[in-house]
């Protein structure tokens, strides 16, 4: 029977994901407490429009995509005291909550600890310094589309990469909200009509498109394993695919998402 094996939410984009017993997806797609913050670039926004983009565009700050490195960072967060937490290879770099002072103290550390990284170059191109934390910490908004959405991939799949691969593809590259297995590989590729998650009901929005963010070793933060051309290449795809993304049905209140709840797809 297929089922969840696994559940993420990422309360920092591009940063630690954590993972959790339960999710909740509220009625418009998104995760709460799912990429809360994020830190933007100095010029990423108009001084009219301030932090109130719609959505999140990779390039408009920290990720994966272009820094790697930021893998091999610990974060944690504490919804209840808004508080983060960033350690790398077990030294605390910073803990401070979202005041002023505290959000001064995020941003020094992360632009010190990638400053000093190998892509440390591509942050002080014009435009890029001083970073800026953004985000209440509790309004779930910094996904890369505009739409808000639940992401989900097949232990199946990712066990067919990593063949392909030759490594262990580890299902934290790819950074979705939830992870399945007993069902084949690239099956939830196939889905098109309802799935069922537990007590949810969502219908599929599209496959998706991967990036070089899952290059990114989750642990080290080097780029150690070629998943884009893997795809494309041996595993014949026309774009480099792993998982889709779903939305609640129509209609559909916030609902909570387990580990262990069956999965149903026709």
């Given at each position: 029977m297929a089922h969840v094996v696994a559940l993420y939410r990422h309360p920092i984009k591009g940063l630690t994901p954590e993972s959790v017993d339960a999710l909740t997806v509220q009625a418009d797609g998104r995760?709460?407490?799912?990429?809360?913050?994020?830190?933007?670039?100095?010029?990423?926004?108009?001084?009219?429009?301030?932090?109130?983009?719609?959505?999140?565009?990779?390039?408009?700050?920290?990720?994966?995509?272009?820094?790697?490195?930021?893998?091999?960072?610990?974060?944690?967060?504490?919804?209840?005291?808004?508080?983060?937490?960033?350690?790398?290879?077990?030294?605390?770099?910073?803990?401070?909550?979202?005041?002023?002072?505290?959000?001064?103290?995020?941003?020094?550390?992360?632009?010190?600890?990638?400053?000093?990284?190998?892509?440390?170059?591509?942050?002080?191109?014009?435009?890029?310094?001083?970073?800026?934390?953004?985000?209440?910490?509790?309004?779930?908004?910094?996904?890369?589309?505009?739409?808000?959405?639940?992401?989900?991939?097949?232990q199946g799949s990712t066990r067919a990469l990593g063949e392909a691969l030759g490594a262990d593809a580890d299902d934290r590259r790819f950074r979705s909200n939830i992870v399945i297995d007993g069902v084949d590989p690239w099956d939830e590729l196939d889905w098109t009509r309802e799935v069922r998650i537990g007590a949810m009901s969502f219908r599929p929005a599209g496959p998706i498109v991967r990036c070089l963010a899952t290059h990114a070793n989750p642990d080290t933060g080097v780029r150690d394993a070629r998943v884009l051309?893997?795809?494309?290449?041996?595993?014949?795809?026309?774009?480099?695919?792993?998982?889709?993304?779903?939305?609640p049905a129509d209609g559909a209140p916030e609902g909570v998402i387990r580990v262990g709840d069956e999965v149903h797809a026709h």
């Open positions: 995760v709460a407490g799912d990429r809360v913050l994020a830190f933007r670039f100095a010029d990423a926004v108009t001084p009219e429009e301030r932090d109130g983009l719609d959505y999140w565009p990779k390039a408009k700050g920290l990720a994966l995509q272009d820094f790697p490195a930021l893998a091999a960072l610990r974060t944690s967060y504490d919804d209840a005291s808004r508080r983060v937490r960033i350690e790398h290879e077990g030294a605390l770099l910073v803990e401070a909550g979202l005041d002023d002072d505290g959000r001064a103290q995020l941003v020094a550390a992360a632009t010190d600890f990638v400053l000093s990284t190998r892509e440390g170059r591509r942050l002080q191109r014009p435009g890029r310094l001083p970073l800026v934390l953004v985000g209440d910490g509790e309004t779930s908004r910094f996904q890369d589309r505009a739409r808000g959405y639940v992401s989900v991939h097949s051309t893997t795809l494309t290449g041996a595993l014949e795809q026309d774009e480099p695919t792993l998982g889709r993304l779903l939305l």
